[in-house]
Each structure stands twice: as C-alpha cells, then as structure tokens.
C-alpha cells in the first residue's frame, strides 16, 4: 500500500511546500496501513517543555492528509461535572478523533504533619523520587517538612492529583487492532514506560512501531525498546495554535498565496 500525501486544507497546502522533507518523512512512517494512539493525558504535558501548545484540530487535519491512516483514537480523562472538560470531550469526536475516555480519579495526598516527626521523609516520598529523597540531608528533610507544617497552619492537610493513565487500554487497542483490523504500522504517541511491553510484541510479529515524542520526554524503557521516535518540533507549524506559528513562516505563507 503506497501512501499518497492529500492535502486536507490549503493551509496544509501551502506549509508542505514550505517543509517537503517532512511530509517526505510521514509519507514514510504512513507507508502501510495506519493508526494513530495519542496518549493525551501525557502528550498534554509536554506543552510546558514545547513552549507551545497543540492543536487538536489542526493535529487532526495533518493526519486526514495520509490517505493510509486508518483511525486516529485520542484517550483523554473526563473529569465529571466539569463543563469545560466534558465540552473538550465532545470537541474531540467532532473533530474526527475516536475518541476514548474515562473518568478522572481525584487522589487525595496526605501532608499532615501532626503526627510525623520532622526528620520522617515518609510525607516526602509522595512527591520526590526514592532514589533522590534518598540523597537529601537530614536539614533538607527537616526543612521540607516545616513547609508542610506551615500548609498544615493554613488548614491544607492534603494535596489533590489528578489520575488517570489509559496504559491497559491503549496497549490492548494497539494489540486488537493487529489481531483484527490488519494494521501494520502503529503510531503511538506517548513517553510512557507502560507501552515498553505491547511495543515488543507488535515488533515481534514484524509490525512497524513508531512514536511521536519531543526530546527528555520519552522514558528508559521506551528508549530501550529500539523503536523509532519521531521529534514533534518538526510539525510545529503544522500543529501549533496559530498565533504561536512563526512569523518568518507565516511571512513565507503569504509570498505563497
């Protein structure tokens, strides 16, 4: 199956004249039947490291230019009474996407002090990494700690987080789309350590895998899988909102028209 790059918009258009090698590399990973998994609950995070934001329906629009892309399934957190959320939800399946979602579980972190003495790093260890909590020194530990105190004084005793990962699910998509849909390449986007096993399966049964990432943001055990990652900085102007394009490239859209 030959992939054939259709331009879904005259703005797409115009940016593929402007980014030939680009397009070029998609035509590549999109050279057989496709699907897309955006991990959106981890893609999202990644925007503070961008330094710009991704737009979902311009995102969408790139993607329906690949003739070969078969479905494009987005999993998302719904976090239930909140408008602008369930809204969000919507938007998505409007804009094409197959959408996944579920809802967002709100855990509850303890910081109360009361009890804890003030050299305890058990509070701690919620929200630092073992291995560096393990580093600090007992003043380090005794000073973080009179911090939480001090939420303790203002009546904070917990912090909220939010959670909601869609591993189990993407993973059995990816592995029931190979079974039953006759997928051969897989476009995974996420950094996620979780796909490291479902990853190594599809590569076994000879299925190319290829993941959508931006730099630091991909984990160890993704890295280790081999697979092919393709930096996300180079769709930016394919991507990004609007006002965050360029302006040396909106100048070059413009010669264009």
């Known amino acids: 199956m030959i992939c054939m790059f259709k331009p879904s918009t005259p703005r797409i258009e115009k940016l593929a004249e402007l980014f030939p090698e680009v397009i070029a590399e998609l035509e590549i990973i999109f050279s057989n039947k496709s699907n897309v998994y955006i991990d959106w609950s981890n893609v999202v995070h990644w925007q503070d490291r961008l330094g710009w934001h991704i737009h979902l329906k311009r995102l969408k629009q790139l993607l329906d230019s690949f003739d070969t892309i078969q479905n494009v399934k987005i999993y998302e957190g719904t976090l239930k009474g909140n408008q602008k959320s369930e809204a969000g939800i919507q938007d998505s399946k409007n804009m094409g996407y197959e959408e996944k979602t579920k809802p967002v579980k709100l855990m509850e972190i303890s910081i109360d002090t009361t009890s804890v003495p003030l050299n305890s790093p058990?509070?701690?260890?919620?929200f630092i990494n073992k291995g560096l909590l393990s580093k600090l020194n007992l003043e380090t530990i005794e000073f973080l700690n009179s911090r939480l105190a001090d939420f303790n004084k203002q009546g904070i005793f917990y912090i909220e987080e939010?959670?909601?990962?869609?591993?189990?699910?993407?993973?059995?998509?990816m592995l029931r789309d190979f079974d039953k849909n006759g997928i051969e390449n897989f476009i995974l986007w996420s950094g996620d350590s979780d796909f490291a096993d479902p990853i190594c399966q599809?590569?076994?049964d000879n299925k190319d895998v290829y993941l959508f990432a931006t730099a630091?943001?991909?984990?160890s055990e993704l890295n280790?899988?081999?697979?092919?990652?393709?930096?996300?900085?180079?769709?930016?102007?394919?991507?990004?909102?609007?006002k965050e394009i360029p302006q040396s490239t909106k100048n070059k859209i413009e010669r264009l028209a």
């Open 122 to 126: 058990i509070l701690l260890q919620n």
């Open 162 to 173: 939010k959670k909601c990962n869609f591993d189990v699910e993407i993973g059995r998509d």
């Open 202 to 204: 599809l590569k076994e």
């Open 216 to 219: 630091r943001e991909v984990s």
């Open 224 to 242: 280790a899988t081999k697979i092919p990652i393709f930096e996300i900085k180079k769709i930016r102007e394919f991507i990004c909102w609007p």
